[in-house]
Nanobody, 123 residues
Framework: QVQLVESGGGLVQPGGSLRLSCAAS????????MGWYRQAPGKERDVVAI???????HYADSVKGRFTISRDNAKNTVYLQMNNVKPEDTAAYFC?????????????????WGQGTLVTVSS
């Protein structure tokens, strides 16, 4: 079974830092774009940052200069380094990946989501 498993959420004070990790596991042939999205209570899920297989990145304007997305292709893992966090960063953070995996013996294009990890920014 191909899946994404996130870790690293928690409670952090304003101005602090936090690092999220998301590892893809299972029968994976290749991974294309990976990214982080977040959803605050009562709001839609929005993109935070995306990284292509070659390393190109895209950030939401609200996190530019504070968050950094990176990936370790050898470990099929994507990271989100969150610095100088603000109360408005409080949300459930979800990992996303576009990949080709093996399901029931067949190569398939997959778009997977992690289970979500909660980040709370509060003093």
């Amino acid at each position: 079974q191909v899946q994404l498993v996130e870790s690293g959420g928690g409670l952090v004070q304003p101005g602090g830092s936090l690092r999220l990790s998301c590892a893809a596991s299972g029968s994976i042939f290749s991974i294309n774009a990976m990214g982080w999205y977040r959803q605050a209570p009562g709001k839609e899920r929005d993109v935070v940052a995306i990284i292509a297989n070659g390393g190109s990145t895209h950030y939401a304007d609200s996190v530019k200069g504070r968050f950094t997305i990176s990936r370790d292709n050898a470990k099929n893992t994507v990271y989100l380094q969150m610095n100088n966090v603000k109360p408005e960063d409080t949300a459930a953070y979800f990992c996303n990946a576009h990949m080709v995996g093996v399901v029931d013996g067949k190569y398939r294009y997959l778009e997977l989501w992690g289970q979500g990890t909660l980040v709370t920014v509060s003093s």
